[in-house]
């Protein structure tokens, strides 16, 4: 396997030029909680960003642009995403796509479950993220990269057999980060980006419904889809504010709840509100961002600018 990593790494140093990006370039990798299944996200502004394996998806990397680009930032987004895959997927199928750029930062997580084959065993991803690690960090020595640790799902927490099966829902998204801590032990790992535990924090600051299973209570709403695995555009856009301020050291609240991605994909003010607050709550709890909220008074919702 070190052999296989040193000849994949000594082509990618061979390709050699300058890397032809206007803006700070940023990959995603991952699967379809990166690309938002089951939800208007997943085509959400795909002209926007450039999916790698030619989709059309918009996903996360979608929204993320959209954030930037509202805040007055500079980023050339991409995305290599299949869904159920981990990042062992990844490696053996997909690095002549990853490894067509020296990428500035890389954001990038394995299967909700840290193993489809072994629920719970963080072995595999962290084994996978060195690797992956060393593969990019030979392209480019400088690149960042960031663990995404993922939620907790509702239908391994409250309905059939996994090792979060009848515990508390925010068990899984505190097992998940704990692994991804031990992942970023990886050279080049810059930051763990807390999006289950910012779920967690929507769930536990009675904003979002902890089972889906029971019904949504009245003034609440659902992070998951309706397979009550994936997440709902209201997850998204939360996972999309996390990864937002974990990138930029910018406070998600600075978008304001006229916010022109929340508002296409029609979110309410609200909610838009309420899910910047709870990712910068994360975020400020992490250290990863200093307070700045906006200062001006809303003014009324409109489109996003037109895509690249």
Not at 254 to 263: D, P
């Amino acid at each position: 396997m070190r052999f296989a990593a040193m000849v994949v790494a000594s082509a990618w140093l061979a390709m050699g030029g300058a890397h032809a990006s206007a803006g700070t370039s940023v990959l995603f990798i991952g699967n379809s909680f990166t690309y938002g299944a089951n939800s208007p996200v997943q085509f959400y502004r795909a002209d926007t960003v450039t999916d790698l394996n030619k989709e059309g998806i918009g996903g996360v990397p979608a929204l993320f642009e959209s954030f930037t680009t509202q805040a007055g930032l500079d980023y050339d987004v991409s995305l290599e995403t299949r869904g159920g895959s981990g990042l062992d997927f990844h490696l053996a199928n997909k690095m002549a796509e990853i490894g067509s750029k020296p990428w500035d930062a890389v954001v990038m997580h394995a299967h909700s479950t840290l193993d489809s084959e072994k629920p719970g065993d963080p072995a595999k991803l962290v084994a996978t993220a060195r690797k992956m690690a060393d593969l990019l960090r030979a392209r480019n020595p400088k690149v960042e990269i960031f663990l995404t640790a993922t939620w907790s799902r509702a239908d391994l927490t409250y309905q059939g057999t996994s090792p979060w099966t009848g515990k508390p829902i925010e068990v899984m998204a505190r097992d998940v980060r704990a692994a991804y801590d031990t992942a970023a032990a990886a050279p080049g790992v810059k930051a763990v980006v807390p999006v289950g535990e910012a779920w967690n924090r929507a769930m536990q600051s009675g904003i979002a419904d902890p089972n889906p299973y029971d019904g949504i209570e009245a003034g609440k709403f659902d992070l998951w889809s309706y397979d009550h695995y994936h997440a709902s555009t209201h997850g998204y856009y939360l996972e999309a504010l996390v990864v937002f301020g974990t990138l930029t050291g910018r406070d998600p609240r600075s978008l304001g709840e006229v916010e022109c991605s929340g508002f296409e994909l029609g979110l309410s003010r609200r909610d838009v509100k309420a899910l910047q607050q709870v990712a910068f709550d994360q975020l400020a709890v992490s250290k990863l961002v200093t307070p700045a909220p906006p200062t001006a008074a809303p003014g009324n919702a409109q489109r996003c600018g037109r895509g690249r």
